[in-house]
């Protein structure tokens, strides 16, 4: 396994800017292959909650919040 969010010093970038990277990473990958055989349909999707998210990031929770919705500790 290659580096990690600790190692990269990730894990101490605030939510916000955890998204823009992680939007910058999926953006750069050129072939869909490297993320797996996504459906039109399920690439639709993806791009409407971008957008959503981008039209009102206030809808978003943290982590801990969804994780402690799934009873996950």
């Not at 050129?30 to 981008?54: C, H, K, V, Y």
Request: charged share 30%.
């Amino acid at each position: 396994m290659g580096p990690t969010m600790k190692d990269l010093g990730i894990d101490k970038l605030a939510p916000e800017q955890r998204v823009a990277l992680a939007r910058e990473i999926l953006g750069s990958l050129d072939d869909a292959e490297a993320i797996g055989d996504l459906t039109p349909e399920q690439w639709a999707e993806i791009a409407r909650r971008d957008a959503e998210m981008d039209a009102n990031p206030g809808i978003a929770i943290s982590w801990a919040e969804m994780r402690a919705k799934l009873g996950w500790r």
